[in-house]
């Protein structure tokens, strides 16, 4: 129910966008967060964005590069990077947190997170 797109090779300083189509029970309802694993690494919250609302969320080793923003006509989800890092470099999945009330805030929790994309792989480096 969630497709992304997007991933490949940067130089760092460089951009990328990756897209998260979504359908389903995951289009439309709460909220869509990004996540990502490095090699060796556990997977760790990039950002969210709440699909009604467009209130977002974000890590602070991101924050100020990445946006995170909602088509709700198209049921996709984009992550924009900016000033990619090589410590940028992982795997990233787009994921859907469709049990979280409106009051709540943002989770960052992955086990929050009950559908997943298949993830694409960023690498950045020279």
């Known amino acids: 129910q969630l497709q992304v797109s997007g991933g490949g090779l940067v130089q760092p300083g460089g951009s990328l966008r990756l897209s998260c189509a979504a359908s389903?029970?995951?289009?439309?309802?709460?909220?869509m967060g990004w996540f990502r694993q490095a090699p060796g690494k556990e997977r760790e919250f990039v950002a969210a964005i709440r699909w009604s609302r467009g209130t977002t969320y974000y890590a602070d080793s991101v924050k100020g590069r990445f946006t995170v923003s909602r088509d709700n006509a198209k049921n996709t989800v984009y992550l924009q990077m900016n000033s990619l890092k090589p410590e940028d470099t992982a795997v990233y999945y787009c994921?859907?947190?469709?049990?979280?009330?409106?009051?709540?805030?943002?989770?960052?929790?992955?086990?929050?997170?009950?559908?997943w994309g298949q993830g694409t792989l960023v690498t950045v480096s020279s």
């Open positions: 994921a859907a947190d469709v049990r979280i009330i409106w009051s709540a805030p943002i989770r960052t929790n992955d086990y929050d997170y009950d559908y």
């Open positions: 389903g029970r995951t289009s439309s309802t709460g909220v």
